[in-house]
């Protein structure tokens, strides 16, 4: 599709632009000191039978012994963000935080990786489209499959702001 370029161009800014935007204080949300509250239910949603590190303990054992164990895990934890990359080695704070604003950023056409959508739900759709192309009396109907691992490799930006 469209004509090949030795150069993929970049992207159009007035594009990016038109999407949505994090509101200043959802921006400063993000970026604010981990709270002991934010660390306590990081353990509590973390599955059990799972190990946060190389100490051998299961996410159970700091779950069911929090009233003794959490505060040292609290400080340590505090300790050890203030001190390293946050992005790198707190993703799970980092997550429950970017969850607040994900879907916001992923439009509505989103439906994989956001709380409940479904990747499914794009299934649902190709089969009731094809379903429907066997009615008479319909308008003329076209359907393109596009292998999206290879789609932006193969397509022109012009050609995808048209659409």
């Known amino acids: 599709m469209g004509s090949s370029v030795v150069e993929i161009p970049c992207l159009n800014i007035e594009v990016a632009k038109d999407g949505y935007c994090l509101t200043r204080d959802q921006q400063l949300a993000l970026v604010q000191e981990v709270t002991r509250d934010e660390i306590n239910r990081a353990v509590q949603d973390m599955p059990n039978y799972k190990s946060p590190g190389t100490d051998g ?54 439906t994989a ?25 319909l308008s003329p109907r076209c359907l393109i499959k596009t292998d999206i691992r290879n789609a932006y490799d193969s397509l022109e930006c012009n050609l995808l702001k048209i659409c």
């Open 113 to 137: 990786f956001i709380s409940g959508r479904s990747i499914l739900d794009n299934v649902i759709v190709v089969h009731e489209l094809v379903k429907g192309y066997s009615q008479k009396g």
């Open 57 to 110: 303990f299961p996410v159970e054992f700091f779950k069911a012994n929090w009233s003794i164990v959490g505060e040292e895990v609290i400080q340590v934890v505090t300790q050890f963000i203030e001190s390293v990359i946050v992005g790198v080695y707190a993703p799970t704070v980092i997550t429950a935080r970017l969850k607040k604003v994900v879907d916001k950023l992923g439009g509505e056409s989103q």
